[in-house]
């Protein structure tokens, strides 16, 4: 169970944060050998809900700054808990970021373990706000971490929003991975979006693979990292 009290936040976000009960699961992303991972992404897992309520019910109250909080203390702590050498993938919600005296503190609390080893993923709801990521674009680049545009093709993250937020990463979502073994016309359009962010100097992630030969499909495609159930379950 991840636990808040000992973190120097304000009294009313502490208050908020023990409220939650709440765990997290890793789900690795590999390199193009299936085996070496290059990152784990932090998946919140609520002892009491869903995650998919926990966000409906903190949405409809205007609370999502608490889950925001709550994600990056938390899965940063339970990460170091788990002694991972590798990256740390991190959702964050395009509407929010942390306040800065709360950055302050995760940067002060975490230290240098965290410089070159987040990756801060960019949901694809609600909405984005360019204050938010411009602040969160900063604190990041500062400790020379990584920014990630999730769920690319669902959602509100499409190639006009990739160009503003200027991304490390992109990762497609299930939509455009599902079957593409035998679908010629999601070949073409994922192989065009990696040519495309390649120009870039974006590294493309597959997420959801659930086969072998979406798998070895999106190899072929040109795909550098990749992530699903065919390869490891979150755990």
């Known amino acids: 169970m991840i636990c808040f009290d000992h973190l120097p936040l304000d009294t009313d976000i502490l208050k908020a944060l023990r409220e939650l009960s709440i765990n997290y699961v890793f789900q690795p992303i590999f390199l193009p050998d299936g085996k070496t991972v290059y990152a784990w992404e932090a998946l919140m897992r609520p002892t009491d809900t869903t995650i998919t309520d926990l966000i409906a019910e903190y949405s409809k109250v205007d609370k ?5 909080v709550a994600t990056f203390f938390g899965a940063m702590q339970a990460f170091f808990q788990r002694g991972y ?19 302050e503190v995760f940067l002060d609390y975490f230290g240098e373990k965290i410089r070159g080893r987040m990756i801060i993923e960019n949901l694809e709801f ?3 706000s360019s204050e938010h990521w411009d602040e969160k674009s900063r604190s990041v680049r500062r400790m020379d971490n990584m920014l990630a545009a999730d769920d690319f093709g669902t959602g509100i993250n ?3 929003l990739v160009d503003h937020m200027s991304p490390h990463i992109v990762k497609l979502d299930r939509d455009l991975i599902s079957g593409i073994d035998h679908m010629p016309e999601k070949q073409e359009q994922v192989k065009e979006f990696v040519d495309l962010f390649h120009s870039k100097g974006i590294l493309v992630v597959a997420e959801g693979i659930e086969e072998k030969e979406e798998f070895e499909c999106l190899l072929g495609l040109g795909v550098d990292l990749f992530q699903g159930y065919y390869l490891a379950r979150p755990a």
Not at 64 to 68: A, D, G, P, T, Y
């Open 158 to 160: 499409d190639l006009e």
């Open 126 to 128: 609600p909405y984005f």
């Open 85 to 103: 050498e590798q990256r740390v993938a991190i959702n964050s919600f395009p509407c929010d970021c942390m306040r800065p005296e709360e950055a």
């Open 64 to 68: 999502l700054h608490v889950l925001e």
